[in-house]
């Protein structure tokens, strides 16, 4: 009798287990109606980031989400990766944050994709806490959060289901301006496990990296061939994203010109185009080869090409310098009094020997 008891509590449990349990908030505000009907950008500032100072609309730094974690994301280094993540350097944060620096967008009647921006990179790209967030009769919920670091102009987030597994997509553009504004669109996907988007590298079978889960939708490179000429590779991709997996179709377009014949038109060397697909295994984005577009760039490499440095998309603010010494010094030292000025009628003074004189060369420091 005891055993079966024991066993009918076993049996009981697991019931339990498998009954639909809602999940724990990871962060909740309270606020009323009015605010629940019309948050402003200061509402979603204070429920994602902890230590949020409304008063004067500045952001912890460095920068923690509402959990306490810190805001942080890294792509494979050139060193770890077939293909690296986007090369960027951070810029300064911001003093305070702004509305531009907030994306939402509503998936269904009171759940919406929350994207605060905490710190910019010279390549365009953002970085701040990302979240699904629920409206309820108390006020806002997080349900999953997570760091994004994606293209931060016209930024488009949604959520697609891969697998039974719900993916974080965010879209943006990288935008160039050389007479005309030239943006080229990029895509980062997260998934989502359990209460967390993670950032999640694309490997192979046997857990080698080839890439990290970030797809320019368009993209150039230009090389400078051995041979003098110039060689340039346009990419176009999509994604496409089905329940067996996320299929990534790639076009490349490969063309040659002569930089010391500007007036002839650029010759087509090569198109190219591929496609695979990725699946979402434990805790990894598994796929069956690396990109079309790094193995196309690696042969040129092998060839002696050398890639044409891209143009940032926010250059660097230039750092102020320390004073010079001399300037320093000079502006330390105290200033001599000022010799009266002798009046306009008094009569010069007599020179012995010469009549005139030139007066003695004055001596000038250059500081360094």
Request: charged share 25%; with cysteine.
């Given at each position: 009798m005891k055993r079966t008891l024991q066993v009918s509590a076993?049996?009981?449990?697991?019931?339990?287990?498998?009954?639909?349990?809602?999940?724990?908030?990871?962060?909740?505000?309270?606020?009323?109606?009015?605010?629940r009907s019309f948050p402003t950008p200061d509402t979603w500032f204070a429920l994602l980031l902890h230590g949020y100072d409304k008063d004067t609309g500045a952001a912890p730094r460095p920068a923690v989400d509402c959990t306490g974690a810190p805001v942080w994301s890294q792509d494979p280094a050139a060193d770890e990766c077939v293909e690296p993540g986007p090369d960027a350097l951070p810029l300064p944060p911001p003093e305070k944050l702004a509305e531009e620096d907030l994306v939402l967008e509503t998936l269904t009647a009171g759940k919406r994709l929350v994207w605060v921006m905490t710190r910019r990179f010279t390549n365009g790209e953002a970085l701040g806490p990302v979240a699904l967030v629920e409206t309820t009769e108390q006020g806002f919920r997080v349900d999953a959060l997570g760091s994004l670091r994606a293209m931060a102009k016209n930024?488009?987030?949604?959520?697609e289901t891969v697998q039974d597994?719900?993916?974080?997509?965010?879209?943006?553009?990288?935008?160039?301006?050389?007479?005309?504004?030239?943006?080229?669109?990029?895509?980062?996907?997260?998934?989502?496990?359990?209460?967390?988007?993670?950032?999640?590298?694309?490997?192979?079978?046997?857990?080698?990296?080839?890439?990290?889960?970030?797809?320019?939708?368009s993209r150039e490179l230009t090389?400078?061939?051995?041979?003098?000429?110039?060689?340039?590779?346009?990419?176009?991709?999509?994604?496409?994203?089905?329940?067996?997996?996320?299929?990534?179709?790639?076009?490349?377009?490969?063309?040659?010109?002569d930089?010391?014949?500007?007036?002839?038109?650029?010759?087509?060397?090569?198109?190219?185009?591929?496609?695979?697909t990725l699946v979402?295994?434990?805790?990894?984005?598994?796929?069956?080869?690396?990109?079309?577009w790094s193995r196309m760039v690696e042969q040129q490499v092998r060839i002696g090409a050398r890639p044409v440095p891209e143009k940032p998309v926010l250059a660097l603010p230039e750092k102020k310098k320390p004073?010079?010494?001399?300037?320093?010094?000079?502006?330390?030292?105290?200033?001599?009094?000022?010799?009266?000025?002798?009046?306009?009628?008094?009569?010069?003074?007599?020179?012995?020997?010469?009549?005139?004189?030139?007066?003695?060369?004055?001596?000038?420091?250059t500081p360094p």
């Amino acid at each position: 009798m005891k055993r079966t008891l024991q066993v009918s509590a076993v049996a009981l449990s697991l019931l339990a287990g498998c009954a639909s349990v809602p999940k724990p908030a990871m962060c909740f505000a309270e606020a009323g109606d009015n605010a629940r009907s019309f948050p402003t950008p200061d509402t979603w500032f204070a429920l994602l980031l902890h230590g949020y100072d409304k008063d004067t609309g500045a952001a912890p730094r460095p920068a923690v989400d509402c959990t306490g974690a810190p805001v942080w994301s890294q792509d494979p280094a050139a060193d770890e990766c077939v293909e690296p993540g986007p090369d960027a350097l951070p810029l300064p944060p911001p003093e305070k944050l702004a509305e531009e620096d907030l994306v939402l967008e509503t998936l269904t009647a009171g759940k919406r994709l929350v994207w605060v921006m905490t710190r910019r990179f010279t390549n365009g790209e953002a970085l701040g806490p990302v979240a699904l967030v629920e409206t309820t009769e108390q006020g806002f919920r997080v349900d999953a959060l997570g760091s994004l670091r994606a293209m931060a102009k016209n930024a488009k987030l949604r959520l697609e289901t891969v697998q039974d597994t719900q993916v974080l997509v965010a879209e943006g553009d990288a935008c160039i301006t050389e007479g005309e504004e030239v943006c080229r669109r990029h895509a980062r996907i997260m998934p989502l496990r359990r209460n967390r988007f993670f950032t999640e590298s694309v490997s192979d079978k046997a857990r080698a990296c080839l890439g990290a889960a970030w797809f320019p939708l368009s993209r150039e490179l230009t090389f400078e061939l051995p041979n003098g000429l110039r060689r340039k590779f346009e990419l176009t991709s999509t994604l496409t994203f089905e329940e067996k997996g996320i299929s990534v179709q790639e076009q490349v377009q490969v063309s040659d010109s002569d930089p010391q014949q500007p007036d002839v038109a650029p010759r087509l060397y090569r198109r190219a185009q591929d496609v695979r697909t990725l699946v979402l295994a434990d805790n990894a984005l598994v796929g069956p080869k690396a990109s079309l577009w790094s193995r196309m760039v690696e042969q040129q490499v092998r060839i002696g090409a050398r890639p044409v440095p891209e143009k940032p998309v926010l250059a660097l603010p230039e750092k102020k310098k320390p004073a010079p010494e001399a300037d320093t010094a000079t502006a330390a030292a105290p200033a001599a009094p000022a010799a009266p000025e002798a009046p306009k009628d008094a009569p010069k003074p007599a020179t012995p020997g010469k009549t005139s004189q030139k007066p003695a060369a004055t001596a000038t420091t250059t500081p360094p």
